[in-house]
């Protein structure tokens, strides 16, 4: 990610989909993305889930039925969703949400290849 410029596309419209747990944002470029709210949870940019440098990773696992009880505004550039788990420290830029649905089917099977290498559940135990 190049990071945000005047360029860059905006939403300019978030949906929180409560009853289907995803987030649809559509991006001034046209661009409609449907988020489910687990691969939103688990590919939070917060340090918590990607550390603070390649290989800290933390995978994500019983993260299935996660919903959002709200969803803050950050400046102009940025939400910040408050997860049903107590997760709440991901800035989610525009940039990086544009990222996430551009790249969601390659990026979800590399979650799902990873989950499947640890033989860790996608559901809480």
């Known amino acids: ?23 649809h944002i559509v991006f001034s470029d046209g661009r409609d993305f449907l988020f489910p ?9 917060s ?12 995978l994500q696992t ?4 996660v919903s959002v009880d709200e969803i803050t505004p950050v400046g102009q550039y940025a939400i910040q969703p408050h997860f ?8 989610y830029s525009w940039d990086y949400l544009l990222d996430l649905g551009v790249n969601q089917e390659e990026y979800w099977a590399q979650y799902l290849n990873r989950m499947d ?6 559901d809480t135990h």
């Open 47 to 58: 340090a918590e889930v990607r550390g603070h440098g390649p290989g800290q990773e933390t």
């Open 1 to 23: 990610m190049a990071g945000l410029t005047h360029d860059t596309p905006w939403p300019t419209e978030i949906t929180l989909k409560k009853a289907s747990r995803a987030l």
């Open 117 to 122: 290498a640890a033989g860790a559940s996608r």
């Open 37 to 45: 709210l687990e691969y939103l949870r688990v590919f939070s940019p």
């Open 62 to 65: 019983g993260k299935r039925q």
């Open 84 to 91: 049903s788990d107590g997760h709440n420290t991901g800035i």
